[in-house]
């Protein structure tokens, strides 16, 4: 469904309420809605018939996943901390959606999808930038448990390999000099060794969801050993 077609309307108080009620499900235990959530709440200023069929359509979904709990059990063999991550390039003259989800020892603890500040020129762009944000979280979440888990290093996931190659100072210069200076903080982070970086295929890219619409047998295998 292609929400951006209709012609602008004032603000729908009772769209804002039923958006502000699931985006606070979305970031305390269904990660699985994150991105439909935001989606929807950037038409909140024009909301539309559609919106409102697609605000219906997800709480349908809820009501039919009523029974989903967010599986927060620590993996004894597992003191890995891993971000993944992942962006969703928005094209030329658009904003790219990026999201992450972090796991602490085999947990989902903290997960976000937000639609980029600034312009990506490339898909690589977005990834990268994408990866300064998680690599942000990772290394704050990682300073916060110190006094209880010990020294934990996150570890960044992405699927981008160009990416991962700038962001390891291994990457041709000539792509990452369009990139705002700020996001290269992930540079800092991983030469003094808060941050690791590794590249991880597609089909085992936990963050997919954040970033894009997935067909239901996607969301399914999202959900599953996160969900039950």
């Not at 951006?4 to 699985?32: F, H």
């Not at 904003?95 to 602490?104: A, E, K, M, P, T």
Request: charged share 20%; with cysteine.
């Amino acid at each position: 469904m292609d929400l951006s077609s209709e012609r602008a309307r004032r603000i729908d108080k009772e769209y804002l309420s039923q958006i502000g009620m699931l985006l606070y499900i979305a970031q305390a235990t269904r990660p699985d809605i994150m991105f439909s959530v935001n989606l929807l709440a950037h038409f909140s200023k024009n909301t539309t018939p559609k919106h409102w069929a697609a605000l219906d359509h997800l709480i349908a979904y809820m009501r039919g996943s009523s029974d989903k709990a967010l599986v927060i059990q620590a993996d004894g063999c597992d003191r890995s901390l891993k971000v993944y991550v992942d962006a969703n390039w928005g094209g030329e003259g658009s904003r790219s959606q990026h999201g992450f989800i972090v796991f602490l020892m085999g947990a989902p603890i903290a997960w976000n999808s937000k639609r980029q500040t600034c312009v990506a020129s490339s898909t690589c762009q977005a990834e990268y930038m994408a990866m300064s944000f998680a690599a942000k979280t990772g290394n704050w979440i990682s300073q916060n448990i110190a006094a209880i888990t010990g020294n934990i290093t996150p570890l960044l996931l992405s699927d981008n390999q160009s990416a991962v190659k700038i962001a390891t100072n291994s990457g041709s210069q000539k792509n990452s000099r369009r990139i705002q200076q700020e996001f290269h903080l992930i540079n800092e982070l991983v030469t003094n060794q808060h941050v690791w970086i590794k590249w991880i295929a597609s089909g085992d890219q936990k963050a997919d969801i954040f970033t894009k619409k997935l067909a239901k047998i996607k969301v399914n295998e999202f959900c599953k050993g996160i969900l039950f």
